[in-house]
C-alpha cells in the first residue's frame, strides 16, 4: 500500500510543499507570472474530486427508462471529457513549473522528467482528448453486461479512413495501440491516480534542483480543507465499490483502489477482472451522415453496414 499524501493532508504532496519553495524559486514564478503551486494544485485536485463526486451520482441515481439510463450515460462521459482535460491542464502547468525552476543546465533533467510526466497521459487520456478537439471525435457510451455484473464505457468514436466511422482503435495514422473501448469506472479511478503521480514526478525533480527545501514542519502545515477531508472516505468507497472488471485490452491494467488511513490517503493496486460468461454489448451509435459506413466496437469490420 501506497502511501500518496502527507499525514492530515489529503491532497498532493506537491501541493503543500508549496509553502517550503525557496525565495529564489518563488522570484522565477513571479517572474514568469505563473501561478504558485500551492494553491493551484489543491484547485485542481478538489476540481477532480467534485468532477467524480458528480459522476458517481449520476451513476447511482436509478433509471426508469432505458432512455433515462441512456441519457444518464452520456451525461457521465461530458464529465469524463473534464477529467482528460483537468489531466491536460495539469500536465501543461506542471512544464511551465519545471521549466520556470529549472537550473541553466543542459543535463539539468529538464526534459527527462517533462517526457515522464506526459508519458502517464499516454493512450488513454492525451490521444483521445486531442482527437475530440481537433478532429471531431467524441466519447460513445458502450457497456459491457455478463447479467450479474454490468460495465459502463466509453468509445473514442469518429471518422476513419475510407469514410468510415468508427472506434479510433481502427484508424492506423493515430489509434494504434488505443484500447478499442475504455471501462468507465477504471478509467475514473486512473485519473485520481494520476493526479499523485504527475505531481509526484515533478516534486521529485524541483527537490533534486533545490527548488524545495521541505522538513518536518512542512508536512504539519494548517490544512484549511478540514470539511472536505471529513467527506472524502465516503467518496473513495464510492468509487472502489465501482466493477473492476476492464474491457478487452486492459486486463493487463492493474486497478487502484484508495482509502483514508490516518489522514493521509493511501493507494493499492489490484488485478483488473475479465467479465465471464455470455457478454453482452451495448453501444450507442453516435450521428453519423447519410450514405456513411461504421465499424462497431468488437465487431468484424466486414460484418458493419
Not at 1 to 27: I, W
Not at 170 to 191: I, Q
Not at 276 to 292: C, D, L, M, N, Y
Request: glycine share 6%; proline share 7%; net charge positive.
Amino acid at each position: 500500500m501506497k502511501e500518496l499524501s502527507y499525514t492530515n493532508h489529503v491532497v498532493p504532496k506537491l501541493s503543500v510543499d508549496g509553502v517550503a519553495f525557496t525565495t529564489e524559486a518563488v522570484a522565477k514564478l513571479d517572474d514568469k507570472q505563473l501561478a504558485h503551486p500551492g494553491n493551484l494544485l489543491a484547485k485542481i485536485y478538489w476540481d477532480v474530486i467534485e468532477v467524480l463526486t458528480d459522476m458517481l451520482d449520476i451513476l447511482e441515481a436509478p433509471s426508469a427508462s432505458s432512455q433515462v439510463a441512456d441519457r444518464k450515460h452520456r451525461a457521465v462521459l461530458r464529465h469524463a471529457e473534464i477529467l482528460m482535460l483537468r489531466c491536460t491542464s495539469l500536465n501543461d502547468y506542471l512544464k511551465k513549473l519545471l521549466s520556470a525552476c529549472a537550473p541553466n543546465d543542459p543535463k539539468s533533467g529538464l526534459e527527462q522528467c517533462c517526457a515522464a510526466i506526459e508519458m502517464r497521459l499516454g493512450k488513454n487520456i492525451k490521444v483521445p482528448i486531442n482527437k475530440l478537439k481537433h478532429d471531431g471525435f467524441t466519447l460513445a457510451p458502450i457497456a459491457l453486461t455478463n447479467g450479474v455484473a454490468a460495465v459502463p464505457g466509453f468509445v473514442v468514436y469518429g471518422p476513419l479512413p475510407n469514410g468510415v466511422t468508427g472506434p479510433l482503435s481502427f484508424s492506423g495514422k493515430h489509434g494504434a495501440g488505443t484500447p478499442e473501448g475504455y471501462s468507465l469506472p477504471l478509467f475514473m479511478r486512473r485519473v485520481l491516480a494520476l493526479i499523485f503521480e504527475m505531481t509526484d514526478l515533478a516534486r521529485d525533480q524541483l527537490l533534486k534542483w533545490g527548488a524545495i527545501t521541505p522538513s518536518a514542519e512542512t508536512a504539519k502545515a494548517h490544512n484549511p480543507n478540514d470539511v472536505r477531508i471529513e467527506a472524502l472516505p465516503a467518496l473513495l468507497e464510492r468509487l472502489n465499490a465501482l466493477p473492476h472488471h476492464g474491457f478487452q485490452g486492459e486486463h493487463t491494467a492493474r486497478s487502484p483502489m484508495f482509502q483514508v488511513k490516518e489522514g493521509t490517503v493511501t493507494m493499492q493496486l489490484i488485478p483488473t477482472r475479465r467479465l465471464r460468461g455470455t457478454v453482452k454489448v451495448e453501444f450507442q451509435i453516435p450521428a453519423v451522415h447519410a450514405g456513411s459506413s461504421f465499424q462497431m466496437p468488437y465487431w468484424d469490420r466486414q460484418r458493419s453496414k
